[in-house]
């Protein structure tokens, strides 16, 4: 762990980590305390809060970062820490979430605000009004969180790189093909993911834990069209408009068997459709091949059809992508 020293005579130690997991139990006196696992990039370690008080302590949660002081030891041939001080990291610690999880190798704020200038170039006002409100409105969430729970883009930040990605793709398309309705697409790329800020239950650190209730229930197909419904009517969009677009966002899973509510019925929303795919597998490809030497084959990826994979060897495989 990246702890500094305070007291080498003791061991006492200090610094910022991660909770990875806390569990409240009791000893055999019945004395309350916090069992934990804290991580940070080096490493991670058991750690043990015996002084547990719930009204001092209760901001302490899995996956938020905190500053820690205690004193390392070895239990049972393991490092575990005694914390005699832990708190919530505060925003004047000048603390870096990326230093504690895995991110985008891009800042979610950067690639916002190239999405969102995209958005502002823009020649239909309604459009741009509607795409730059909604990015606006949730942009706190946007650029923290990931874009999937356990697949592709699983990261801090992830949501917003997927996104960008995506519309990468589309501009290129969008240069060949001059039918395509560019900015109706483009729009499309930038709302078709933006409920995943709803239906994951997102920390602060920019970690899924799991599914919200709404994302259970409703899901971020159907939450994304809603909420393009909702701001549209507040800005008097073109009721033709929303359609076509709330459209694309339902249909952007391509078949029902993957949770499209319908099937793209416009070229726009098959190009959203293709494109949303290909990077969703291009990434996942990339990772799992990341993790192979060359000239062997990853275990079989079932998000990818339960496919093996080989990697070549021809050239060094990552998942990043080339956006900014």
């Given at each position: 762990?990246?702890f500094?020293t305070?007291?080498?005579?003791?061991?006492?130690?200090?610094?910022?980590?991660l909770?990875?997991?806390?569990?409240?139990?009791?000893?055999?006196?019945?004395?309350?305390y916090?069992?934990?696992?804290?991580?940070?990039?080096?490493?991670?370690?058991?750690?043990?809060?015996?002084?547990?008080?719930?009204e001092?302590h209760?901001?302490?949660k899995?996956?938020?970062?905190v500053k820690?002081?205690?004193t390392e030891?070895?239990?049972?041939?393991?490092?575990?820490l005694?914390?005699?001080?832990?708190?919530k990291?505060?925003?004047?610690?000048?603390?870096?979430?990326?230093?504690?999880?895995?991110?985008s190798e891009?800042?979610?704020?950067?690639?916002f605000?190239t999405?969102?200038a995209?958005?502002?170039s823009?020649?239909?006002e309604?459009?741009?009004?509607?795409?730059?409100?909604?990015?606006s409105?949730?942009?706190?969430?946007?650029?923290?969180?990931p874009?999937?729970?356990?697949?592709?883009h699983?990261?801090?930040?992830?949501?917003?790189?997927?996104?960008?990605?995506?519309?990468r793709?589309?501009?290129?398309?969008?240069?060949?093909?001059?039918?395509?309705d560019?900015e109706?697409?483009?729009?499309g790329?930038?709302?078709?993911?933006?409920?995943?800020?709803?239906?994951?239950?997102?920390?602060?650190?920019?970690i899924?834990?799991g599914?919200?209730?709404e994302?259970?229930?409703?899901?971020?197909?159907v939450?994304?069209?809603?909420?393009v419904?909702?701001?549209?009517?507040?800005?008097?969009?073109d009721?033709?408009l929303l359609m076509?677009?709330?459209?694309m966002i339902?249909?952007?899973?391509?078949?029902?068997?993957?949770?499209?509510?319908?099937?793209?019925?416009?070229l726009e929303?098959?190009?959203?459709?293709?494109?949303?795919?290909?990077?969703?597998?291009?990434?996942?490809?990339?990772?799992?091949?990341?993790?192979?030497?060359?000239?062997?084959f990853?275990?079989?990826?079932w998000?990818?059809?339960?496919?093996?994979?080989?990697n070549?060897?021809?050239?060094?495989?990552?998942?990043?992508?080339?956006?900014l």
């Amino acid at each position: 762990m990246n702890f500094k020293t305070i007291n080498k005579n003791n061991g006492t130690v200090e610094g910022f980590c991660l909770v990875k997991t806390l569990e409240v139990k009791k000893t055999a006196k019945g004395l309350t305390y916090l069992d934990m696992t804290l991580t940070d990039s080096t490493g991670e370690i058991n750690a043990k809060l015996w002084d547990y008080k719930e009204e001092l302590h209760s901001d302490v949660k899995v996956n938020t970062i905190v500053k820690v002081r205690g004193t390392e030891s070895i239990f049972n041939d393991a490092p575990q820490l005694r914390v005699d001080r832990i708190r919530k990291a505060l925003e004047a610690d000048n603390v870096k979430a990326e230093d504690f999880v895995p991110s985008s190798e891009y800042s979610g704020e950067t690639m916002f605000d190239t999405i969102f200038a995209v958005a502002e170039s823009f020649e239909n006002e309604e459009l741009k009004l509607l795409v730059t409100t909604i990015l606006s409105e949730n942009k706190e969430q946007l650029v923290i969180c990931p874009a999937a729970y356990k697949l592709h883009h699983a990261i801090r930040g992830g949501l917003m790189y997927h996104t960008l990605s995506v519309l990468r793709l589309a501009e290129s398309v969008c240069a060949i093909y001059p039918s395509v309705d560019k900015e109706l697409l483009l729009s499309g790329v930038i709302l078709h993911d933006v409920a995943k800020i709803w239906e994951f239950d997102v920390s602060e650190a920019g970690i899924v834990s799991g599914y919200s209730v709404e994302g259970s229930l409703i899901g971020h197909l159907v939450k994304g069209a809603m909420n393009v419904d909702k701001v549209g009517e507040r800005l008097g969009t073109d009721k033709n408009l929303l359609m076509l677009l709330e459209h694309m966002i339902i249909s952007h899973h391509g078949e029902p068997e993957f949770g499209a509510a319908v099937r793209p019925m416009f070229l726009e929303a098959e190009l959203l459709s293709q494109l949303d795919t290909m990077d969703a597998r291009i990434y996942e490809i990339s990772f799992a091949l990341s993790e192979v030497e060359s000239g062997t084959f990853t275990p079989r990826q079932w998000a990818l059809d339960n496919r093996k994979l080989y990697n070549t060897g021809i050239k060094e495989v990552n998942a990043k992508a080339d956006l900014l």
